[in-house]
């Protein structure tokens, strides 16, 4: 166990529709990162949170947005669904350390079904 | 942009025998680091190890070992005395030193089995 939850474990939805994924990172842990690992793309880096606030972003559509709110959670919203994005999504965190090293973490993912 | 390549697909070895996964990068930059992931059927994401680019000496974690060679943008994995457990979808990942940006460059992966 990382550490790291994600909610929910499954989700199937229609083409055109919104979800929601949520990540808690591990306690103190302050960067949040989203991952898609698809069939076709493999794994992908989306896009970083550190302490609220956007670091990095990655291979992310327009149609999906997230954000960390205070208490450090993070959700990941995927609207406009289509049936490309299918995938298993996965949140890390991690904590700044001495050095500039620092572990990611992976949570257990979510599995998206679009039908 | 820096890339990661897993050249080989899906391996195969024994049970207790050695296998050695295969990984190129391609960077620009001096200073970084280098992973391999574990993904069981779980597809729980496993650190197995890591190497610093800066440090010349190869990483080692138990039966797990790492041949790095910086000139060649090479970064093997060697599993030795491989167990059933083993058996999994292995990833190279990069990462680059330094800055606000840490997020993992993955490799297409490489699927292992182990025959006991």
């Known amino acids: 166990d990382s550490g790291v939850t994600q909610t929910p474990k499954h989700l199937i939805t229609a083409t055109g529709q919104r979800v929601t994924l949520r990540c808690s990172p591990r306690s103190g842990d302050l960067s949040v990162y989203w991952y898609q690992q698809s069939l076709d793309q493999g794994l992908q880096f989306l896009i970083q949170?550190?302490?609220?606030?956007?670091?990095a972003k990655g291979n992310i559509l327009e149609r999906f947005s997230a954000q960390q709110f205070p208490d450090l959670h993070s959700e990941l919203n995927l609207s406009s669904l289509e049936l490309g994005d299918s995938a298993l999504y996965f949140c890390a965190s991690s904590t700044p350390v001495a050095g500039d090293y620092n572990e990611q973490f992976f949570g257990p993912g979510t599995r998206l079904t679009v039908l | 942009a820096q890339t990661v390549t897993q050249s080989q697909p899906e391996m195969s070895v024994q049970e207790a025998e050695t296998v050695t996964l295969s990984c190129t990068y391609d960077?620009?930059?001096?200073?970084?680091?280098l992973f391999w992931y574990k993904q069981p059927p779980s597809r729980q994401m496993i650190l197995v190890i890591r190497?610093?680019?800066?440090?010349?000496q190869n990483a080692t974690e138990n039966r797990f070992s790492v041949n790095f060679q910086k000139a060649a943008k090479s970064f093997s994995l060697k599993i030795s005395d491989s167990q059933l457990g083993d058996a999994a979808m292995y990833f190279c990942a990069y990462r680059r030193h330094g800055g606000s940006q840490g997020n993992l460059i993955f490799g297409k992966g490489t699927k292992l089995s182990v025959k006991p």
């Open positions: 960077t620009s930059e001096s200073d970084y680091y």
């Open positions: 949170y550190y302490n609220g606030e956007e670091r």
């Open positions: 190497q610093e680019a800066y440090k010349q």
